[in-house]
């Protein structure tokens, strides 16, 4: 009867009931920010949480500045890095985190062309457009107002379809045919649509079919490397705008 009433009042209790004062008790802190198995009996609840590290070697713990409670760990790279509290609104964070997945896009792509048009042509990036050696059959003009005309129409129906998503991936969207299959997000995540179009290697999917079902396990070891090396990206490009600032390039300040 004693054990009775006891195996009665642990089932019964906040713990095991799901009350209010319990739920604090599964939260990724709390299992050390990893997944975690209870037993209870021959029950066995299972418990997953995001591994979230910390951007201060060492510390885990430390209040909103070391540990915001509004980065959970479910973004990848997220350290807990947000000093300013940028992100503490929801709306903010995911426009945040589409502006840097962006920004480190641009950045790493435009580290390639420097390094790979300065070891073609020799010319520093920060002078390629006025050399009368660089290969440009436009004017300053015509290619300035061709980029705002061709940018600005992309960037419209990006940032409409991060408002709605979904609603740019229809046929009259684009002047070309089949819009809606090439187009469309094919992972169900914004800022990573995949797709034939998006993804021709299916490194994050495989084609089935012909339809493209991507991996959500290789997706999320993509996602985390690209936000990786877009910050790495976005850094070098800050330090070759100081180098150029002083008259150096990249190149020339390797040695090369």
């Known amino acids: ?39 209870v009996g021959r029950r066995r609840l299972i418990v997953a949480a995001a591994a979230k590290k910390s951007w201060v070697p ?42 840097e997945l962006i920004h480190g896009r641009w950045a790493m792509a435009a580290v390639v062309g420097i390094f790979v048009g300065q070891a073609y042509s020799g010319i520093p990036w920060f002078e390629a457009g006025a050399d009368p050696g660089a290969i440009a059959p436009f004017s300053f003009g015509s290619l300035l107002g061709t980029q705002l005309i061709l940018m600005g129409w992309v960037e419209s129906k990006r ?28 992972t169900g995540e914004q800022g990573y649509p995949g797709g034939k179009f998006f993804d021709p290697l299916s490194l994050a999917g495989t084609i089935q079919n012909g339809q493209y079902i991507p991996d959500l396990e290789k997706l999320e070891r993509l996602k985390l490397a690209e936000i990786k090396h877009a910050r790495l990206a976005m850094v070098a ?20």
């Open 159 to 186: 940032w409409v379809d991060f408002f709605n998503p979904e609603s740019q991936s229809v046929e009259w969207a684009t002047p070309w045919s089949r819009t809606a299959e090439n187009f469309a997000n094919a």
């Open 58 to 99: 060492g510390v885990k713990g430390g209040g909103n500045f070391i540990n915001p409670e509004w980065l959970d760990g479910s973004l990848p790279g997220d350290y807990g890095f947000d000093p300013l509290g940028l992100g503490k609104d929801p709306a903010f964070l995911k426009w945040y985190r589409e502006a």
């Open 237 to 256: 490009m800050l330090i070759f705008y100081f180098e150029a600032g002083q008259g150096k390039t990249p190149l020339g300040a390797l040695g090369l």
């Open 1 to 39: 009867m004693a054990m009775a009433a006891t195996s009665a009042a642990i089932l019964g209790s906040p713990f095991l009931s799901g009350a209010k004062s319990s739920r604090n008790l599964l939260t990724p802190a709390s299992i050390g920010g990893r997944a975690g198995c209870i037993v």
